[in-house]
């Protein structure tokens, strides 16, 4: 593994490596990582295009099955830019706190589109028309997790104003699959909201691993295909409480 280089923003340590080989697959990848050694996108350099990591396949597979002709997403959470560079001819506003997170994506892994405003993901989700957007995909993460304030009934509400009739709230988050007090707490703030839920979890060889839960509440019954979600499976998350700004 060779590291590219050593960032460090306001909000993190923020970390490009080129290796050869990505969670067990030999190959020539290029990663970024922040400090918890958590992997926040790759590609593979061999094939750019390819989309390598599990859980944007998943929700491109959730967008694609519950909505094929969207056309607006916002997402909070720059990362390198997987799902929006997939969708080039699609109206994406990516919202990231940290600055340095989008030079990386764009000097590292050719982020080439003009569609990234910097700042916090509620405070500029919060400036936009009522109803205008397909889907929004929080994908955000720092040290401690998901920031709280994306993740109150607060914030759930909010993003249901902002979606159109069809539209449909797409979390990806980090946890453990049973007894997560954080990760029902959040299920059952978003069912608050949203009539129809899901969530899904990539396997782990122990109920304490950490790993990415991909979760969707819509106003419409989910669609989804076992076969193409990436590895993801559907489970049932257990009661939480409310999370409220205060």
Same mark, same amino acid.
């Given at each position: 593994m060779h590291q590219l280089v050593?960032?460090?923003? !306001?909000?993190? /340590?923020?970390?490009?490596?080129?290796? %050869?080989?990505? @969670?067990?697959?030999?190959?020539? @990848?290029?990663?970024?990582?922040?400090?918890?050694? $958590?992997?926040?996108g790759a590609i593979d350099l061999k094939d750019p295009k390819r989309i390598v !990591?599990?859980?944007?396949?998943?929700?491109?597979? !959730?967008? /694609?099955?519950?909505?094929?002709?969207?056309?607006?997403?916002?997402?909070?959470?720059?990362?390198?830019?997987t799902i929006a560079g997939h969708y080039p001819d699609k109206q994406f506003t990516v919202a990231e706190i940290d600055e340095k997170v989008v030079e990386l994506s764009r000097?590292?892994?050719?982020?080439k589109l003009d569609n990234v405003v910097v700042g916090d993901g509620r405070q500029i989700l919060s400036n936009e028309e009522s109803g205008k957007f397909d889907y929004i995909i929080l994908d955000a993460f720092t040290k401690a997790g998901t920031p709280f304030h994306l993740?109150?009934?607060?914030?759930?509400? !909010?993003?249901? /104003?902002?979606?159109?009739?069809?539209?449909?709230? &797409?979390?990806?988050?980090?946890?453990?699959?049973k007894n997560d007090k954080?990760?029902?707490? &959040? @299920?059952?703030?978003?069912?608050?909201?949203?009539?129809?839920?899901? $969530?899904?979890?990539?396997?782990?060889?122990? $109920? %304490?691993? &950490?790993?990415?839960?991909?979760?969707?509440?819509?106003?419409? $019954?989910?669609?989804f295909q076992s076969w193409a979600m990436a590895g993801f499976f559907e489970i049932e998350l257990g009661q939480g409480h409310i999370i409220m700004d205060k």
């Open positions: 050593k960032e460090f923003s !306001l909000y993190q /340590e923020i970390t490009v490596y080129d290796a %050869a080989q990505l @969670y067990g697959e030999k190959g020539k @990848y290029r990663f970024l990582q922040f400090s918890d050694h $958590a992997v926040q !990591l599990e859980y944007p396949r998943a929700i491109i597979h !959730l967008m /694609e099955s519950n909505n094929p002709s969207f056309e607006k997403v916002f997402m909070i959470g720059h990362g390198i830019g000097h590292f892994f050719n982020y993740s109150t009934m607060e914030f759930f509400k !909010l993003t249901k /104003e902002k979606l159109d009739a069809r539209g449909s709230m &797409i979390l990806n988050l980090m946890g453990k699959i954080l990760i029902n707490a &959040i @299920y059952t703030t978003l069912r608050q909201t949203y009539p129809y839920t899901k $969530a899904f979890s990539l396997p782990g060889e122990d $109920a %304490a691993d &950490i790993r990415n839960f991909i979760i969707i509440g819509c106003n419409k $019954a989910v669609n």
